[in-house]
């Protein structure tokens, strides 16, 4: 109660009482280790749950807590000992493999560290140990078994939306879009609100000419109103398919809240000079490119300035 209601010092005071009255209840001093942690006292902790140990030597619970500890103040030696000694004693636990991933993941050991995630996922796989290994193979500058292990979790678990909507955005980068079609419609069957998966859906669409863009921008501006990402794509994509007047409107406000991205400029640029309004467009890019910064547009956005300077302006 005293832990719920933040008095954690009166809590940690209560818990040594208890452990003073009754010594051999290791549940008490697991509790108080936990207390401590909270606290952020690592070696009262590392007492706490060396002392569970003493009286319970392979309680797995102990010996994970006190693998934690260790990580956390970075005493790798003595952290892996514990990780070694849970594989050993609780072999049929993914706990020692989870602890040996964290503890080279934390060394930036990456591919082992997959490899002990791994092990982990087959005694119990999940969404989080799969994101785990996907994360670790991309640092380790494996895309193909990063992939692999998404699409694997995928294959046995259906729902997996997470799982699913991260191996949509690799699918995007990889530039296999009609695969990452399929998994953000995939995203949006089962999480109809996810403004991540309706933008990107919505880009993807508009690039291929298909008429549900439009509704798909419109979806996710509604969830997320004052995104300037999901502006953009839906400014963007109502200036070009819908609305060039709303366009121009939307993209001004996309700009409102990400003043910082160049990108966004560039459109507001483009829309103004679609609206006939060449003189703003011209002073939004003298401004954009006056800032120096590189942006994918840079070329473009030169092109575009020099053109409007010239008397002319662009479809």
């Known amino acids: 109660t005293q832990i719920a209601n933040g008095e954690l010092e009166s809590a ?20 108080l280790g936990h207390a401590n942690l909270q606290q952020g006292d690592i070696d009262a902790a590392r007492r706490a749950f060396n002392q569970a140990l003493e009286l319970k030597p392979d309680d797995l619970s102990a010996l994970t807590n006190l693998g934690l500890v260790e990580l956390k103040a970075h005493n790798t030696q003595d952290a892996h000992r514990l990780a070694q000694k849970i594989q050993s004693v609780h072999a049929e636990s993914l706990i020692g493999f989870q602890l040996e991933g964290d503890i080279h993941r934390q060394a930036k050991a990456y591919q082992t560290a997959a490899d002990a995630y791994l092990e982990a996922y087959t005694k119990r796989p999940s969404d989080q140990l799969a994101l785990l290994i996907y994360q670790m193979y991309k640092k380790a500058g494996d895309t193909d078994s990063a992939i692999s292990a998404l699409e694997k979790r995928v294959e046995k678990n259906a729902d997996a939306a ?10 995007h980068i990889q530039s296999r879009y009609e695969e990452a079609i399929h998994e953000y419609e995939r995203v949006t069957a089962l999480r109809p609100d996810n403004v991540n998966a309706l933008n990107n859906l919505a880009w993807l669409y508009h690039e291929r000419d298909d008429n549900r863009a439009l509704d798909y921008a419109r979806r996710a501006n509604e969830i997320a109103p004052t995104q300037p990402e999901v502006l953009d794509t839906y400014g963007w994509i109502e200036l070009q398919r819908g609305d060039p007047v709303k366009g121009l409107r939307v993209l001004k ?17 483009i829309a103004l000079d679609k609206n006939g309004q060449q003189k703003e467009a011209r002073q939004e890019l003298e401004r954009l490119l006056k800032s120096r910064k590189d942006f994918p547009e840079f070329t473009e956005a030169q092109q575009l300035l020099s053109r409007l300077k010239a008397g002319s302006s662009v479809d």
């Not at 406000?253 to 640029?269: K, N, Q, S």
């Open 12 to 31: 940690i005071a209560s818990l040594e009482k208890l452990t003073e009255l009754s010594p051999d209840l290791v549940t008490a001093h697991l509790r």
């Open 162 to 171: 997470t799982v699913r909507l991260v191996l949509a955005n690799e699918y």
């Open 253 to 269: 406000t996309a700009v409102m809240y990400g003043p910082h991205i160049p990108t966004l400029r560039y459109h507001l640029a």
